[in-house]
């Protein structure tokens, strides 16, 4: 075992062994390869074949390809540079995406309507969903009045399949999440025919930086290290 793979005990699941993966790496010689991988190197395992066949789509003119050289080359010209907003628009351009769609969240509508008029301003074309679409009460799928946030009223649900199919429908070229909740944001991205991106995820505790969480587990946020169960 080298260094790198003594470093910090891995942490079973559980208390059910299992494999090292890329977390439990502090060589990560992948990047530059510069220093000695860890026996369980998930490069090494993937293999040749199957290594080759990602470079493939990555440099090949399918969508695919385009995405990856896209996103590339936003990293290497305006790294650390560049916001998210104005990376997102430098990644739209580069793929020739005209029309933005936005699926967004009710409690974050102000931001999304000042991110639409960033793309006006920068002349795209955009349509927004809010997540609320639809207006079907939660309880027509089975969540009883209890777990409302707000009992004996029409709740909506959130319906993020919905705001796929409507964006899908305006076919738009590229599609911008800002702040569905989890789960939500699963199912619209799997529904979404155009690419998805992130411009804001939701974190209500934490003004939408889930990451603070975990900048602070080992003070504010040792709850996180427990087996509780939520």
């Known amino acids: 075992m080298t260094k790198a793979e003594k470093k910090?005990?891995?942490?079973?699941?559980?208390?059910?062994?299992?494999?090292?993966t890329c977390t439990d790496c502090f060589a990560l010689n992948c990047y530059r390869r510069d220093k000695k991988a860890p026996s369980f190197c998930l490069t090494e395992e993937a293999g040749a074949s199957e290594i080759e066949?990602?470079?493939a789509l990555y440099a090949g003119d399918e969508s695919d390809g385009k995405?990856?050289?896209?996103?590339?080359?936003?990293?290497?010209?305006?790294?650390?540079?560049?916001?998210?907003?104005?990376?997102?628009?430098?990644?739209?351009?580069?793929i020739n995406a005209r029309r933005i769609g936005i699926a967004t969240c009710i409690g974050l509508?102000?931001?999304?309507?000042?991110?639409?008029r960033v793309l006006e301003a920068k002349g795209f074309a955009w349509h927004s969903v809010l997540c609320k679409v639809g207006s079907v009460?939660?309880?027509?799928?089975?969540?009883?009045?209890?777990?409302?946030i707000l009992r004996g009223s029409h709740e909506a649900l959130c319906n993020p399949i919905l705001q796929a199919r409507l964006l899908n429908?305006?076919?738009?070229?590229?599609?911008?999440?800002?702040?569905?909740?989890?789960?939500?944001?699963?199912?619209?991205?799997?529904?979404?025919q155009a690419p998805v991106t992130t411009l804001i995820t939701k974190d209500r505790v934490?003004?939408?930086?889930?990451?603070?969480?975990?900048?602070?587990?080992?003070?504010?946020?040792?709850r996180l290290f427990d087996n509780k169960e939520l």
């Open 53 to 55: 066949s990602t470079t």
């Open 137 to 148: 009460d939660k309880t027509a799928i089975g969540i009883p009045d209890e777990l409302k």
């Open 169 to 192: 429908a305006q076919k738009t070229d590229l599609n911008v999440i800002v702040g569905l909740c989890v789960g939500h944001d699963a199912l619209f991205t799997r529904h979404s």
């Open 8 to 20: 910090k005990p891995a942490r079973n699941t559980v208390g059910a062994k299992r494999a090292h």
């Open 109 to 116: 509508v102000e931001e999304a309507r000042v991110f639409t």
């Open 67 to 94: 995405i990856a050289r896209a996103a590339a080359e936003i990293e290497g010209r305006y790294y650390g540079k560049l916001t998210r907003v104005e990376e997102i628009v430098a990644f739209a351009r580069r």
């Open 206 to 222: 934490l003004g939408h930086n889930p990451a603070a969480a975990l900048y602070t587990s080992n003070f504010y946020y040792k």
